[in-house]
């Protein structure tokens, strides 16, 4: 998936197997320079039923292998 507004370009790859772990990449770009980019799927995504889902939202990443958490900030 790929947008862009002419000055600013983000692209995002999803790739799903036969399990329920998806693989993702991100990029963006401004003035074709790159930019730091994550992908972050929200708390309550899939569960309409969780209380408070995005005050409850967890950020993973993985580097070299390595599993990282962090805990989302929360809204302002």
């Known amino acids: 998936m790929t947008w862009s507004d002419g000055y600013l370009e983000v692209t995002k790859h999803l790739k799903f197997n036969e399990s329920y772990v998806v693989e993702t990449e991100t990029s ?3 003035d074709g320079n790159p930019l730091r980019s994550s992908l972050a799927w929200t708390g309550g995504f ?4 969780a209380y ?5 939202t967890n950020v993973f990443t993985s580097a070299a292998g390595k599993l990282n958490t962090l805990a989302a900030k929360k809204p302002r």
Request: avoid cysteine; aromatic fraction near 0%.
């Open 28 to 30: 963006a770009t401004m």
């Open 46 to 49: 899939g569960d309409a039923t």
């Open 52 to 56: 408070r889902a995005a005050l409850q």
